[in-house]
């Protein structure tokens, strides 16, 4: 008996530990953010693209890789929502339990959720030069969808999974066809699981660097044409803090803050949307 207290004090304090190295972690992270970039906000930042000598010192702001990074990661996400869904309704409604092709399937979706941001960088310039595409806000679409669409199909995958089968067995017998079964019947009582797994993909698509820096490009325009570079935040940050002017890098540090803020409001809007859609669930 005393060695189960034991053993049960030391787990305990292993996870306590866990916690307070996460928090401490998190809010270091955001200190700094805040500290260095708080006093280069202001709101030409937010107002503005860059001018002439932007990254010398001189005036502008970053609205363009903040228009930028809506457009490219919007529209990534709206192609792998149409690529997710799909696998995911098919994995749960229409393929068999035992499928070793969806066993198949949900195990590459893993190894994929794992391959690091620059391979699918890489993997969308190769598709990109089989297109003929130069750098460009579709081919930043491309390299993102790319890399949130594991992220994405496994949420949905998961939270499908956890719908009553109870519901779709009653749903057949009162004469509904699959189809019917998967749009009104799993996608509703799943929808704000479905919604978590969306909003999550696109944070992890806004705040990646490594998959558009050969795909995207970057301008100091906003441009709205898929054929054109396109700029994003992290690039943005990156480009400010490789600069030596200590006023340039401040600027980085206030770009970072944005993108943790939008960020944040996005993960607001998700615990709304969650809380709305829950009182549809049947628990």
């Known amino acids: 008996m005393r060695s189960r207290k034991i053993e049960e004090a030391i787990f ?8 307070l190295v996460v928090l401490s972690c998190s809010i270091l992270i955001l200190a700094t953010i805040l500290i260095k ?3 280069a906000m202001n709101l030409d930042m937010i107002t ?9 010192g001189k005036s502008g702001g970053i609205l363009n890789a903040i228009v930028g990074s809506i457009l490219l990661t919007g529209g990534a996400t709206l192609v792998s929502i149409f690529l997710s869904l799909p696998v995911a309704l098919y994995a749960n409604v229409y393929a068999d339990k035992s499928s070793k092709l969806i066993a198949f399937t949900r195990v590459s979706l893993d190894v994929l959720w794992g391959v690091p941001s620059i391979v699918y960088g ?12 130069k750098a460009s806000l579709l081919g930043g679409i491309i390299a993102v969808a790319l890399l ?17 089968k109870e519901l779709l067995n009653s749903s057949y017998a009162l004469g509904a066809t699959r189809f019917e079964t998967a749009l009104k019947v799993v996608v509703r009582q799943a929808l704000p699981g479905i919604l978590s797994a969306v909003l999550i993909a696109f944070g992890r698509g806004i705040g990646d660097a490594a998959s558009v820096i050969f795909t995207a490009g970057f301008s100091d325009r906003i441009n709205f044409s898929l054929f054109e570079p396109a700029a994003t935040l ?11 002017f200590p006023e340039v890098q401040e600027r980085a540090y206030a770009s970072a803050l944005i993108l943790t803020i939008i960020v944040f409001l996005i ?6 949307l969650i809380r709305r859609y829950s009182k549809h669930v049947i628990k």
Do not use: N
């Not at 993960?267 to 709304?272: D, F, K, T």
């Open 148 to 164: 949130i669409f594991p992220i994405m199909s496994r949420g949905m995958d998961e939270v499908m999974r956890m719908v009553p």
């Open 267 to 272: 993960s607001i809007g998700s615990r709304i």
């Open 122 to 133: 890489a993997f969308g310039f190769t598709i990109m030069l089989f297109l003929g595409l």
């Open 234 to 244: 992290p690039l943005a940050i990156f480009f400010q803090l490789g600069t030596p």
């Open 12 to 19: 305990r304090g292993i996870m306590i530990a866990a916690t």
């Open 37 to 39: 970039g708080l006093p």
């Open 48 to 56: 503005k693209t860059p001018k002439g000598g932007y990254y010398l």
